[in-house]
């Protein structure tokens, strides 16, 4: 089945404590992303990638770190947790990142994420 | 920054009737847009995209419209089910990158 899947999809942590949420696309897409979701706040892109070994600053890339060295994957990683870091996350995939490319985006289940 | 703005938070319409989300955008480079339907508890889910040299296309039962002009962005929804509840976001990425702005989103509820 083609899916995008997170995990874990429910964290609760404290500050400061890096934590990595993993994000793993069995599509064969190029293109890959992270959102957060806050009330009032709509989905905001952290960090994309167009393919292996490149990403790119989304609108809110602050307190995050991503890495893409397989196609698959695209990890996130919080290297020291803020309170301001509880949200919802989302995870995304679409096949082409070209110019003329769709970015269609297959989304994960989602992981909500507590920092105290 | 710019962002990707809509024009209601909630719509709400009789079953059977065809539903419009308005969304207004800001950044005249955008090339490419798309929208988006959440339901509950889900992740967003494609609905269908437009590219910037085109002001009309349609899928199944949705109909986008692009104004550049005006730098809007509409959904059309024929004939709108009980399904069709939900929470839907318009999106433009930014010419020459994969830079995504989402808007706030629209809620449409759905009364039999």
């Known amino acids: 089945e083609a899916q995008v899947t997170q995990n874990p999809r429910y964290l609760i942590t404290v500050t400061g404590k890096k934590l990595t949420v993993t994000c793993s696309q069995n599509?064969?897409?190029?293109?890959m992303s992270w959102y957060r979701q806050d009330p009032g706040l709509g989905l905001r892109q952290i960090y994309y990638s167009m393919n292996v070994e490149v990403t790119d600053k989304g609108d809110v890339p602050e307190g995050y770190k991503v890495s893409r060295k397989e196609k698959r994957n695209f990890p996130l990683i919080l290297e020291s947790p803020s309170p301001n870091q509880t949200s919802l996350y989302f995870c995304a995939s679409s096949l082409y990142a070209s110019q003329q490319g769709k970015y269609e985006q297959y989304f994960g289940p989602g992981t909500r994420l507590t920092v105290t | 920054g710019e962002s990707v703005g809509l024009h209601l938070p909630t719509l709400s319409v009789q079953e059977g009737d065809n539903s419009i989300i308005n969304c207004a955008y800001s950044n005249s480079a955008s090339d490419y847009f798309i929208w988006y339907k959440q339901e509950s508890g889900k992740g967003p889910q494609f609905i269908i995209d437009i590219r910037s040299n085109m002001d009309k296309r349609q899928g199944q039962r949705v109909t986008v419209l692009l104004n550049k002009t005006v730098k809007h962005l509409s959904l059309q929804i024929a004939a709108t089910q009980p399904g069709d509840s939900a929470v839907y976001f318009c999106a433009e990425k930014y010419s020459n990158t994969g830079k995504l702005i989402f808007g706030q989103g629209t809620t449409l509820q759905v009364k039999p």
């Open positions: 599509m064969n897409h190029e293109y």
